[in-house]
């Protein structure tokens, strides 16, 4: 399979603990986002980088968030001191910046409960 | 904020057409409307853009108004596994711009 891997799928913690996520973008893609869902609405942009560099971040994206694409292949992002607001879907998307197609391809999302 | 309304839901008959319309009224002259679909527990999906002109591939096809006002999304023959969220976005062509979603039309295709 060669399209966008996440890991984990599922992760559960406790509150005020930190966590990492895992992003692994499709083969030669030099653009990756991140983007969180919550129960019911639509994915909400977090942050994106072309190769290693970072972009753009959004509001959404706390003190306590940080993403990482050190090589520019896949990429990280680590949640600090957990709340029981971060509890949501995480989805990494790629994309190729090249020959007119913009089309951003989606993992399956790690699923982020905090207890 | 999303640019585009959509209805909340939709049901369609197993072997018809699901018409998903999307306005978008305040769309600029370089923007293109994009739909992804997302099946309960996976990521969006892409589907299908245009900026102007009809389109269509092997999933879908895409009508856009004259006016580039509003558009509808056409699954030509509904199956059960169409069953999902599609959202409707606006966004220009550069590719620079990250998707921006609203809450999508959730479209139930019953046997």
């Known amino acids: 399979d060669t399209g966008v891997s996440q890991d984990p799928r599922h992760k559960i913690t406790k509150r005020g603990q930190n966590v990492t996520f895992r992003c692994d973008p499709i083969?030669?893609?030099?653009?990756l986002y991140w983007y969180r869902q919550t129960l019911g609405q639509g994915p909400e942009f977090l942050t994106y980088?072309?190769?290693?560099?970072?972009?753009?971040k959004s509001r959404l994206l706390s003190d306590r968030f940080s993403a990482e694409r050190p090589k520019g292949s896949f990429s990280t992002l680590e949640i600090q001191r957990t709340e029981q607001g971060d509890s949501a879907m995480y989805l990494c998307?790629?994309?190729?910046?090249?020959?007119?197609?913009?089309?951003?391809?989606f993992g399956p999302g790690t699923r982020l409960t905090v207890t | 904020d999303a640019k585009t309304t959509q209805p909340t839901s939709m049901d369609c008959a197993e072997g018809r057409a699901a018409n998903l319309p999307c306005n978008h009224s305040?769309?600029?002259?370089?923007?293109?409307v994009y739909w992804y679909r997302q099946i309960h527990s996976q990521g969006p999906q892409y589907i299908i853009h245009?900026?102007?002109n009809n389109e269509t591939n092997e999933m879908a096809s895409l009508i856009i108004t004259e006016d580039r006002k509003s558009s509808t999304l056409i699954l030509p023959h509904a199956t059960l596994r169409d069953t999902a969220v599609y959202y409707c976005?606006?966004?220009?062509?550069?590719?620079?711009?990250?998707?921006?979603f609203g809450k999508g039309t959730r479209l139930s295709v019953i046997a």
């Open positions: 998307a790629s994309s190729l910046l090249a020959g007119g197609k913009h089309e951003q391809y």
């Open positions: 083969s030669e893609h030099n653009r």
């Open positions: 980088f072309q190769n290693e560099a970072q972009l753009e």
């Open positions: 305040t769309i600029s002259g370089n923007e293109y």
């Open positions: 245009g900026l102007k």
């Open positions: 976005i606006v966004r220009g062509y550069s590719g620079n711009t990250p998707l921006v």
